[in-house]
């Protein structure tokens, strides 16, 4: 009894004195340390309150943003706009459950928001309730005209994805753009790459038709490119999404439904010439053992460990990756082919990834108390000197000139530039709380990589025809009637697709009842849903 | 007459060996199922990394690396939100039992007007709740929102609690309440020198019923406590499992560059969580156990 008493005591006390800590400490701790914390020093200026994500690296940290000479640049810019920022910064994992409920609920919201996590769809209904502001009218009234200038003049197309269907822009956005030689946009390749090393050890000539490309993969399982007496150097493919480059040789589009910019039309590589001849070349693939099946559509880490194991022969991805190679255990080189010929009569298609990147949203809320200090935030985001702190950092520091381009200066690893605080912004403050504007070129990127991806780069980017990796990039958003009628197709068909066309890959279903599977594929929607996306394209077009 | 009395030729003797040794086998194949699952984890996380990734561990350790478990008791984030649980753990347990055990009592005494309506009126939030945004409004409101407070007030009183320890105070003896009052006791001196004594059982269960509930909770961290600082070991979890699950595919090439680096790192570092975070709850079970067989039938009967 005493004994039962004396622990019952023990324990409250305990517990009473841990939670007056933990009492004392939730007082202080997100007010503090997390909640809002000023930019720094007694500045007088609006201010403004800013909700995001903690993106960005884990080493080069945020919180020791003081630091960095290139924070001194930044933090000029938002004191000469007379700017006081407060930062909320919650862990990326969590962000998205956080900013919905906060923006359901309407209630405690700060002055501008990153609201990337919610889709275009949420954004406008929550738009329609009020909570967030139209961005048009107060851009006309306070912007300096920095906001007008980029948004026009060097990312027209920008308001054309961001644009609602009545007229309205309720977010900023990330604004990135490649160009190579000053002004040529420079568009990145996906692509297949093969394994360079095997090729030259067992002599194979580069591929240069799709049946070569067949071959030699063959010839590696045949003679054990990697040398473990097992024939298991394979080929990770997905047949069925027509997203990994292969489907372009035929010619097909790079989804369901995929635009062909040049043409400014929305097509369906189930109605393209080259799609028979695609299954059959991938039942070839497949008989033959070349394609990994049990990796369709497998977790990328089960690739990755693939990779590693020195087995993976072949696969689609960036031309100018260089995360791969390192991953070979006992190493190894990709090469990114270009286009092979694969059907006569149907030139090869190339996929490539946009110049321009349009992504997130930053938006101001009905909260905001001075609007047009969130005005101002914006012109000072949209300024090229932000974009190139962002970017490129100082010059002298963390970027050069060579032959009139902009390149990077090598400064290490992330451990040498936390030490010699040498860094561009993007490291510390990018995505998150703060927009990315970026002027990228290719000539910086080309430094770091082997001769044979930058010759690819530079003959792809030229390439023509092409379908891109972000169909969704090229459409207006889409109006209520249209957005529900997509819903509702899109939910079997790319079901049905994706399943029909992996069965018709691996030989499950036979191509003799074709005539059957168009009729389902229409009775999904097939024929409408591309009639609402070429309608959304054309109105993508017509944005000025 | 007879035919009603003869005994079943095919009927199975109490005590048979065969149904000794099928009821053996169903309950170890029980066992089974029920502990792979956990020694799957233990043997994942100590596996090479390598045999991880390709997901060729079923049945025993491949490799014997404890590396991930250096990374974890290196990291302080992850002893921070350890400390953080225990805070939430102990003041949650201490809340939930003093106010099932003052709920209750006053539920069990006689001359309480209104009585059962009280008892059907706390039934209501029991089977309804108020659903995540109007919740979200009132911790926000009550200016608990990215405080420890969003964690320990909404959670501290537990109508099931009240409840178990209702029925448990109605199975003392009316005489034993009622000598007391012929003593001279007050209410509170019955409850704290009389009952509570001999409810230990009742107590014990609650305290291990909260303790494993808090210990495994994540959600209202998810949704109250956006700074970090603030979160509890389950939320460290989840961080580190949603930071693995990410689509290459659906990035660009300027963003798959730092996820790739990100998502090895963690594969493997995800097991070795769940078995850090798992074991001392496990270990709490033993301590209560000789309360518990007794307190958990309690719930069985409602008078």
Same mark, same amino acid.
């Given at each position: 009894?005493?004994?039962?008493?004396?622990?019952?005591?023990?324990?409250?006390?305990?517990?009473?004195?841990?939670?007056?800590?933990?009492?004392?400490?939730?007082?202080?701790?997100?007010?503090?340390?997390?909640?809002?914390?000023?930019?720094?020093?007694?500045?007088?200026?609006?201010?403004?309150?800013?909700?995001?994500?903690?993106?960005?690296?884990?080493?080069?940290?945020?919180?020791?943003?003081?630091?960095?000479?290139?924070?001194?640049?930044?933090?000029?810019?938002?004191?000469?706009?007379?700017?006081?920022?407060?930062?909320?910064?919650?862990?990326?994992?969590?962000?998205?459950?956080?900013?919905?409920?906060?923006?359901?609920?309407?209630?405690?919201?700060?002055?501008?928001?990153?609201?990337?996590?919610?889709?275009?769809?949420?954004?406008?209904?929550?738009?329609?309730?009020?909570?967030?502001?139209?961005?048009?009218?107060?851009?006309?009234?306070?912007?300096?005209?920095?906001?007008?200038?980029?948004?026009?003049?060097?990312?027209?197309?920008?308001?054309?994805?961001?644009?609602?269907?009545?007229?309205?822009?309720?977010?900023?956005?990330?604004?990135?753009?490649?160009?190579?030689?000053?002004?040529?946009?420079?568009?990145?390749?996906?692509?297949?790459?093969?394994?360079?090393?095997?090729?030259?050890?067992?002599?194979?000539?580069?591929?240069?038709?799709?049946?070569?490309?067949?071959?030699?993969?063959?010839?590696?399982?045949?003679?054990?490119?990697?040398?473990?007496?097992?024939?298991?150097?394979?080929?990770?493919?997905?047949?069925?999404?027509?997203?990994?480059?292969?489907?372009?040789?035929?010619?097909?589009?790079?989804?369901?439904?995929?635009?062909?910019?040049? /043409?400014?039309? =929305?097509?369906?590589?189930?109605?393209?010439?080259?799609? !028979?001849?695609?299954?059959?070349?991938?039942?070839?693939?497949?008989?033959?053992?070349?394609?990994?099946?049990?990796?369709?559509?497998?977790?990328?880490?089960?690739?990755?460990?693939?990779?590693?194991?020195?087995?993976?022969?072949?696969?689609?991805?960036?031309?100018?990756?260089?995360?791969?190679?390192?991953?070979?255990?006992?190493?190894?080189?990709?090469?990114?082919?270009?286009?092979?010929?694969?059907?006569?009569?149907?030139?090869?298609?190339?996929?490539?990834?946009?110049?321009?990147?349009?992504?997130?949203?930053?938006?101001?809320?009905?909260?905001?108390?001075?609007?047009?200090?969130?005005?101002?935030?914006?012109?000072?985001?949209?300024?090229?000197?932000?974009?190139?702190?962002?970017?490129?950092?100082?010059?002298?520091?963390?970027?050069?000139?060579?032959?009139?381009?902009?390149?990077?200066?090598?400064?290490?690893?992330?451990?040498?530039?936390?030490?010699?605080?040498?860094?561009?912004?993007?490291?510390?403050?990018?995505?998150?709380?703060?927009?990315?504007?970026?002027?990228?070129?290719?000539?910086?990127?080309?430094?770091?990589?082997?001769?044979? !991806?930058?010759?690819?780069?530079?003959?792809?980017?030229?390439?023509?025809?092409?379908?891109?990796?972000? /169909?969704?990039?090229?459409?207006?958003?889409?109006?209520?009637?249209?957005?529900?009628?997509?819903?509702?197709?899109?939910?079997?068909?790319?079901?049905?697709?994706?399943?029909?066309?992996?069965?018709?890959?691996?030989?499950?279903?036979?191509?003799?009842?074709?005539?059957?599977?168009?009729?389902?594929?229409?009775?999904?929607?097939?024929?409408?849903?591309?009639?609402?996306?070429?309608?959304?394209?054309?109105?993508?077009?017509?944005?000025? | 007459?007879?035919?009603?009395?003869?005994?079943?030729?095919?009927?199975?003797?109490?005590?048979?060996?065969?149904?000794?040794?099928?009821?053996?086998?169903?309950?170890?194949?029980?066992?089974?199922?029920?502990?792979?699952?956990?020694?799957?984890?233990? *043997?994942?996380?100590?596996?090479?990394?390598?045999?991880?990734?390709?997901?060729?561990?079923?049945?025993?350790?491949?490799?014997?690396?404890?590396?991930?478990?250096?990374?974890?008791?290196?990291?302080?984030?992850?002893?921070?939100?350890?400390?953080?649980?225990?805070?939430?753990?102990?003041?949650?347990?201490?809340?939930?039992?003093?106010?099932?055990?003052?709920?209750?009592?006053?539920?069990?005494?006689?001359?309480?007007?209104?009585?059962?309506?009280?008892?059907?009126?706390?039934?209501?939030?029991?089977?309804?709740?108020?659903?995540?945004?109007?919740?979200?409004?009132?911790? /926000?409101?009550?200016?608990?929102?990215?405080?420890?407070?969003?964690?320990?007030?909404?959670?501290?009183?537990?109508?099931?609690?009240?409840?178990?320890?209702?029925?448990?105070?109605?199975?003392?003896?009316?005489?034993?309440?009622?000598?007391?009052?012929?003593?001279?006791?007050?209410?509170?001196?019955?409850?704290?020198?009389?009952?509570?004594?001999?409810?230990?059982?009742?107590?014990?269960?609650?305290? *291990?019923?909260?303790?494993?509930?808090?210990?495994?909770?994540?959600?209202?961290?998810?949704?109250?406590?956006?700074?970090?600082?603030?979160?509890?070991?389950?939320?460290?979890?989840?961080?580190?499992?949603?930071?693995?699950?990410?689509?290459?595919?659906?990035?660009?090439?300027?963003?798959?560059?730092?996820? =790739?680096?990100?998502?090895?790192? /963690?594969?493997?570092?995800?097991?070795?969580?769940?078995?850090?975070?798992?074991?001392?709850?496990?270990?709490?079970?033993?301590?209560?156990?000789?309360?518990?067989?007794?307190?958990?039938?309690?719930?069985?009967?409602?008078?």
């Amino acid at each position: 009894m005493v004994k039962w008493k004396n622990s019952i005591t023990c324990t409250v006390v305990l517990t009473l004195a841990i939670a007056a800590v933990s009492g004392c400490s939730n007082g202080d701790t997100p007010k503090n340390s997390e909640e809002p914390t000023a930019t720094g020093g007694s500045k007088e200026g609006s201010k403004l309150r800013l909700l995001g994500p903690t993106k960005g690296n884990k080493i080069i940290k945020f919180e020791d943003r003081e630091q960095y000479p290139v924070w001194k640049e930044l933090d000029k810019l938002f004191d000469t706009a007379g700017l006081e920022l407060e930062y909320e910064r919650v862990p990326t994992e969590q962000y998205d459950v956080v900013i919905k409920t906060r923006m359901a609920s309407g209630s405690s919201l700060p002055d501008i928001v990153n609201l990337s996590a919610l889709d275009d769809t949420t954004v406008l209904n929550l738009a329609k309730q009020g909570v967030l502001l139209d961005l048009k009218p107060l851009i006309e009234k306070y912007s300096n005209g920095n906001i007008k200038k980029m948004y026009d003049q060097d990312f027209p197309f920008a308001e054309k994805t961001t644009t609602s269907p009545d007229g309205k822009l309720y977010w900023f956005s990330d604004l990135h753009k490649k160009t190579y030689q000053q002004n040529k946009p420079a568009p990145v390749g996906l692509t297949m790459l093969i394994r360079k090393d095997w090729l030259e050890k067992l002599k194979i000539p580069v591929p240069a038709t799709a049946d070569e490309y067949r071959k030699a993969l063959k010839a590696f399982q045949d003679q054990d490119a990697n040398g473990n007496g097992q024939k298991d150097e394979v080929l990770v493919y997905n047949p069925g999404n027509f997203a990994g480059s292969i489907a372009q040789w035929f010619g097909l589009g790079s989804g369901v439904t995929a635009v062909d910019v040049e /043409n400014k039309k =929305v097509v369906s590589p189930w109605y393209q010439d080259g799609i !028979k001849d695609y299954f059959r070349y991938m039942q070839q693939l497949v008989k033959e053992g070349i394609i990994d099946t049990s990796l369709i559509s497998g977790r990328n880490e089960l690739v990755q460990q693939k990779i590693a194991d020195n087995k993976v022969a072949s696969l689609s991805d960036y031309n100018l990756e260089m995360w791969l190679e390192p991953t070979i255990i006992g190493g190894g080189e990709y090469l990114p082919l270009m286009p092979l010929k694969a059907v006569d009569g149907i030139t090869p298609a190339a996929q490539l990834e946009d110049p321009y990147l349009v992504w997130s949203k930053y938006g101001i809320t009905k909260d905001a108390k001075d609007v047009e200090a969130a005005i101002k935030f914006f012109d000072v985001i949209y300024s090229e000197k932000y974009a190139d702190l962002l970017y490129w950092g100082i010059e002298g520091q963390t970027y050069t000139f060579d032959g009139g381009a902009k390149v990077f200066i090598d400064n290490g690893t992330d451990e040498d530039k936390e030490k010699s605080k040498l860094v561009s912004g993007g490291a510390i403050y990018g995505d998150g709380i703060f927009p990315r504007v970026q002027f990228a070129n290719l000539e910086s990127e080309l430094t770091n990589v082997p001769k044979h !991806k930058a010759d690819h780069q530079l003959a792809i980017m030229e390439y023509k025809p092409y379908y891109v990796n972000m /169909n969704h990039k090229y459409l207006a958003i889409p109006n209520d009637e249209q957005l529900e009628a997509k819903t509702k197709i899109m939910n079997n068909l790319s079901t049905y697709s994706l399943e029909l066309a992996t069965k018709l890959a691996l030989g499950q279903k036979s191509l003799d009842d074709w005539d059957q599977y168009i009729a389902e594929l229409k009775k999904l929607g097939l024929d409408q849903l591309i009639e609402i996306e070429q309608q959304l394209h054309d109105r993508y077009n017509q944005i000025q | 007459m007879t035919a009603m009395f003869r005994r079943n030729p095919n009927k199975i003797k109490s005590g048979s060996v065969a149904v000794d040794v099928l009821l053996y086998v169903i309950a170890l194949f029980i066992c089974l199922i029920t502990l792979y699952p956990f020694y799957y984890v233990v *043997i994942m996380s100590v596996s090479s990394p390598l045999e991880v990734a390709a997901m060729n561990v079923y049945w025993f350790p491949k490799g014997f690396i404890l590396d991930s478990y250096e990374l974890i008791i290196r990291d302080s984030r992850m002893w921070w939100a350890y400390s953080n649980t225990i805070i939430y753990v102990a003041a949650g347990t201490l809340l939930n039992c003093i106010t099932a055990v003052l709920g209750a009592y006053p539920l069990t005494v006689r001359t309480l007007k209104g009585r059962k309506w009280i008892i059907a009126f706390l039934l209501i939030p029991m089977y309804f709740g108020g659903g995540l945004i109007p919740s979200f409004l009132l911790v /926000n409101k009550l200016g608990l929102y990215n405080t420890m407070f969003a964690i320990i007030i909404p959670g501290m009183v537990g109508i099931w609690n009240i409840i178990l320890v209702r029925t448990y105070f109605t199975t003392i003896p009316e005489a034993l309440k009622e000598s007391a009052f012929i003593d001279g006791a007050s209410h509170l001196q019955l409850l704290f020198k009389i009952i509570l004594p001999i409810s230990k059982p009742i107590i014990a269960v609650i305290a *291990i019923y909260t303790i494993v509930g808090i210990w495994n909770s994540w959600f209202e961290a998810l949704v109250y406590l956006p700074n970090e600082k603030l979160h509890p070991l389950q939320m460290y979890l989840y961080r580190v499992v949603v930071q693995q699950t990410v689509d290459l595919k659906l990035l660009s090439l300027e963003e798959t560059r730092n996820a =790739v680096a990100t998502m090895l790192s /963690n594969i493997q570092l995800k097991y070795s969580i769940i078995v850090f975070t798992t074991l001392p709850v496990i270990f709490t079970y033993p301590f209560f156990q000789k309360y518990f067989m007794k307190g958990a039938l309690l719930g069985s009967l409602k008078e």
